[in-house]
């Protein structure tokens, strides 16, 4: 069984790469760009994708775009089974999608909708906030003397524990919807940004806003998050001390 993973130079896409050969899969990363064990396609126009479907069964989609650009990605990648059919589409998604006013988030809903109206045998599985997701807005504000957060709260997962369940996902096959995978706890960004500070030893005030129009009603209303506790074990605080320690600031 070979299996396809689109995204796979991402945060989530590494570890699930990873798992899946050390799970004995034979595996191909797809890519923009050239790599070891990557094919080169590009889900925007379509190009490269017939060559890295070539006798693949299964298709892990991690690739993402920005806002609309997700659906267009999924639409190729649906186009392109025409020609190449797979027994078994694995989509990773977002809590909350199907009630959220967040551009990006709709889109992801729009990608689901094509998933599920495809014909293709299919799982998809949402999750809340990636633990690197989050910490990118730290880390990109690292040499502010402040750190600014929107104002709401998040339910941070491990990517490690999201790439286990993928591949528990493929080896359980097409499952369609299946639950919500989540972090254990419910934290402000406030919170989040304090707790990141403290690991890495930075004294900063952390200055709290609010996200502007309907996506920030979303957002404060929680539509987001997840029952707790959620399946996942790893706290954010346990990812900022181990960040603090193997990668400093
Ligand atoms: N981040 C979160 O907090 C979170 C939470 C829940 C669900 N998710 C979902 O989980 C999935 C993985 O997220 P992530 O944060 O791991 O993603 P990421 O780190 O932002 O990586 C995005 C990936 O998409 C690929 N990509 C982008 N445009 C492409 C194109 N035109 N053609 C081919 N590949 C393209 C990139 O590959 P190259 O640049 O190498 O081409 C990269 O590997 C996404 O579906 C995301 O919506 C994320």
């Known amino acids: 069984m070979m299996i396809l993973v689109t995204g796979a130079t991402g945060s ?4 699930t790469v990873d798992l899946l050969l050390q799970s004995g899969y034979s595996v191909r990363g797809l890519s923009r760009h050239p790599g070891p064990g990557n094919v080169v396609a590009d889900l925007s126009t379509g190009v490269g994708l017939a060559d890295a479907l070539a ?13 609309s650009h997700d659906s267009q990605q999924t639409r190729q990648l649906l186009r392109a089974f025409a020609a190449h059919p797979v027994k078994h589409l694995i989509f990773m998604s ?15 809903y729009l990608s689901e909708q094509l998933i599920a109206d495809s ?4 799982t998809i599985l949402r999750a809340t906030q990636f633990h690197s997701f989050v910490a990118r807005l730290f880390t990109g504000q ?3 003397p402040v750190t600014i957060v929107p104002r709401f709260s998040v339910q941070p997962v491990a990517v490690e524990e999201v790439a286990e369940r993928v591949i528990e996902l493929v080896d359980a096959g097409p499952s369609q919807r299946v639950p919500d ?4 706890e419910q934290l402000s960004f406030r919170e989040l940004a304090q707790q990141w500070n403290a690991a890495h030893s930075r004294r900063r005030p952390v200055w709290a806003i609010p996200f502007p129009g309907a996506a920030g009603r979303s957002f404060r209303e929680g539509v ?3 029952a707790l506790p959620g399946d996942a074990h790893v706290p954010f605080s346990a990812f900022a001390h181990e960040h603090a320690q193997t990668k400093g600031l």
């Open 12 to 15: 989530l896409g590494r570890h």
């Open 55 to 67: 006798g693949v069964t299964t298709v892990v989609h991690l690739a993402t775009g920005a806002n």
């Open 94 to 108: 977002i809590v909350g999608v199907d009630r959220h006013s967040f551009s990006y988030y709709r889109d992801k």
């Open 119 to 122: 014909g293709i045998p299919y």
């Open 142 to 144: 690292q040499r502010l």
């Open 181 to 184: 995978f989540a972090g254990p």
């Open 224 to 226: 987001h998050l997840s």
